[in-house]
């Protein structure tokens, strides 16, 4: 995965083994993650991205600016939470 850094200043490449959740800053740094391990165990139960269209589409806003707890809720409501 490649993840390109919009600085203005100074644009870089980070090139590596990441995935999605891990947050790549400075190569000599540990990796973060962006999330805590809840929030991601949360988000891949959820599994957003097997959603039907249609349901991503009536919850996009909270796809975009939602909480992991949130998208996780709306799959359980909606009978689409993953066992892990």
Not at 34 to 61: K, V
């Amino acid at each position: 995965m490649v993840f390109l850094k919009a600085l203005v200043t100074s644009p870089k490449i980070v090139v590596g083994d990441y995935t999605y959740y891990d947050d790549p800053d400075d190569p000599a740094r540990p990796i973060r993650y962006r999330f805590s391990d809840q929030d991601i165990h949360r988000l891949r139960r959820a599994a957003w991205w097997n959603w039907p269209a249609d349901l991503i589409n009536q919850h996009c806003r909270t796809l975009m600016t939602g909480t992991p707890a949130e998208i996780e809720r709306i799959a359980i409501e909606n009978g689409l939470e993953r066992a892990l």
